[in-house]
């Protein structure tokens, strides 16, 4: 590989212009020379074309539908394989990366001796003191982020069992030999799951404490309708990836996250409980990909009878 490799930079965006051209902006700071790739998963609010006015992107791809997190960047990740680039690296739009992060996350990536997958530390945009992934575990089957008490030095690169989709960078022969991730998934624990197969194939996965970005954190699910909506992917895809990666511990995630919640009315949420059975009723079925019309009607009908 070369002592600068080739480097893309995939960014989805669906209906949020605003953090898309936000992320740019940033990105058109790195010290690394980076090109950007941005994915439309079919906004249809006018993002795309803004973005395309912007000047911004190396590439704009406007995707004909709405193809959820993972089948969005997984049309940024080909492109930029059929393109030729070395390293290629998925980002949130809701993020701002300092200039020097993509530099050290790809430092690693190019001295590192075995296939290696790093996600950078990421901090609260807010200013929030604690980080907002310093690494990840798999605690019991479930994959989380170290809490603040667990959250390593702000130096060196540190081990992990999971990485966030929030910011994956990997070689490009690490991408086609795991593969890309799963669109069954659609949004929710395909980040996990792409973890799992990663380290299943030999990859060492990294945090490097020292390139750090800044998260605006789950714009992507703000509002009450995106909540519950949030609410039927975990269920479903927690299932799904529990099934296919932790089989020991799927009881465990059935009664506490699926028997519990729809007892408890999904802690309390409005309507949450038939999110959280619809998901295990798909989970099921095994059907994947979007949530079904009538879960996004719903929660749309749930969210404006709670605003009036």
């Known amino acids: 590989m070369n002592a600068t490799p080739t480097t893309a930079v995939v ?32 906004s249809g609010d006018g993002s795309a074309e803004a973005i395309d006015r912007s000047g911004m992107a190396s590439r704009l791809i406007k995707h004909p539908r709405n193809d959820g997190y993972a089948g969005g960047n997984n049309v940024g990740i080909r492109a930029a394989i059929d393109d030729g680039y070395e390293i290629i690296v998925v980002l949130n739009n809701d ?19 075995r296939p290696t997958a790093a996600s950078p530390r990421i901090d609260y945009a807010d200013g ?36 966030t989709g ?6 490009a022969d690490v991408w086609r030999s795991v593969g890309l991730f799963d669109e069954s998934f659609f949004l929710i624990f395909e980040d996990s799951d792409w973890s799992a197969r990663a380290a299943d194939h030999g990859v060492t996965l990294q945090v490097v404490q020292e390139s750090v970005i800044q998260h605006k954190v789950s714009r992507s699910f ?12 975990f269920v479903r895809n927690g299932l799904r990836y529990h099934a296919l990666h932790q089989k020991r511990h799927l009881p465990r995630f059935l009664w506490g996250r699926v028997v519990k919640p ?15 059975a619809w998901g295990f009723t798909d989970w099921l079925f095994r059907r994947t990909g979007n949530a ?7 929660a749309r009908r749930i969210a404006g009878t709670a605003a009036r």
Not at 262 to 276: D, K, L, Q, S, T
């Open 11 to 42: 960014v989805l965006n669906w209906r949020n212009a605003a953090d898309t051209l936000d992320c740019l902006t940033s990105l058109s700071k790195s010290r690394l020379r980076v090109d950007t790739i941005v994915v439309d998963n079919d």
């Open 95 to 113: 993020t701002l990366v300092r200039d020097d992060a993509l530099a050290r996350l790809v430092e690693v990536l190019t001295t590192a001796e």
């Open 128 to 163: 929030s003191r604690d980080p907002w992934f310093a690494g990840g575990v798999v605690d019991r089957g479930m994959p989380r982020h170290l809490r603040p008490d667990e959250a390593p030095p702000r130096t060196g690169v540190t081990p992990a069992q999971t990485l």
């Open 166 to 171: 929030c910011c994956i960078a990997a070689r």
């Open 222 to 233: 703000s509002g009450a309708s995106m909540g519950l909506i949030s609410t039927y992917f």
């Open 262 to 276: 729809v007892v408890r009315n999904a802690g309390g949420a409005r309507g949450g409980r038939r999110f959280v």
């Open 292 to 298: 079904p019309a009538r879960a996004w009607s719903e």
